[in-house]
T-cell receptor
Framework: AQSVTQLDSQVPVFEEAPVELRCNYS??????LFWYVQYPNQGLQLLLK??????LVESINGFEAEFNKSQTSFHLRKPSVHISDTAEYFC???????????FGAGTTVTVRA | GAGVSQTPSNKVTEKGKYVELRCDPI?????LYWYRQSLGQGPEFLIY????????DSGLPNDRFFAVRPEGSVSTLKIQRTERGDSAVYLC?????????????FGEGSRLTVL
């Protein structure tokens, strides 16, 4: 099973500032990569995913993540955050064609005005 | 409803008691998963159903835990002789075809507290 490391447990950031959440995983075999977000009092929901093709993937609300195979990383970025981006973000990995996701411990992003 | 529904949302029980947690997946989703999220950690895989059968129960921590999905839709996670260490949020997720899209749809979870 994959091991996923999210290097930052808490990230405070001011509104309209950029943010980067780091994610590294353990294996360089073929993988699927995901970022899930959990807003306060809500369930986990998919933010974006990498299955194949372009290594840069984007979400509809301005987040992007880049798959770096050599560094086994899938860092999440947003150039300008909003108050509504306050949430907990989880990186998840599965071996390709496997149904099991391995999650990181999560990064709590708190956006302040 | 349109999403994954879990009941109860909160359950407080005493050590040694029996607990059932229910999951109603998205209609038509054949795959169903249970995960457990302890405080300060990410979700950890417990069990995966494809249809009515448990295709992979390798994440169940011990034989006090088991889950059923008798008609291929609703699933129940059952915990016998609960212990304080079982306290966590139990998450259910469903998907239509896990090997292709990889996207799981999660419920809001059932928070279990064992006193």
């Amino acid at each position: 099973a994959q091991s996923v490391t999210q290097l930052d447990s808490q990230v405070p950031v001011f509104e309209e500032a950029p943010v980067e959440l780091r994610c590294n995983y353990s294996s360089s075999v073929s993988v699927y990569l995901f970022w899930y977000v959990q807003y306060p009092n809500q369930g986990l929901q998919l933010l974006l995913k990498y299955l194949s093709g372009s290594t840069l993937v984007e979400s509809i609300n301005g987040f992007e993540a880049e798959f770096n195979k050599s560094q086994t990383s899938f860092h999440l970025r947003k150039p300008s955050v909003h108050i509504s981006d306050t949430a907990e973000y989880f990186c998840a990995v599965s071996d390709s064609n496997d149904y099991k996701l391995s999650f990181g411990a999560g990064t709590t992003v708190t956006v302040r005005a | 409803g349109a999403g994954v529904s879990q009941t109860p949302s909160n359950k407080v029980t005493e050590k040694g008691k029996y607990v059932e947690l229910r999951c109603d997946p998205i209609s038509g989703h054949t795959a169903l998963y249970w995960y457990r999220q302890s405080l300060g950690q990410g979700p950890e895989f417990l069990i995966y159903f494809q249809g009515t059968g448990a295709a992979d129960d390798s994440g169940l921590p011990n034989d006090r835990f088991f889950a059923v999905r008798p008609e291929g839709s609703v699933s129940t996670l059952k915990i016998q002789r609960t212990e304080r260490g079982d306290s966590a949020v139990y998450l259910c997720a469903s998907s239509s075809n896990p090997s292709i899209s990889g996207e799981l749809f999660f419920g809001e979870g059932s928070r279990l507290t064992v006193l």
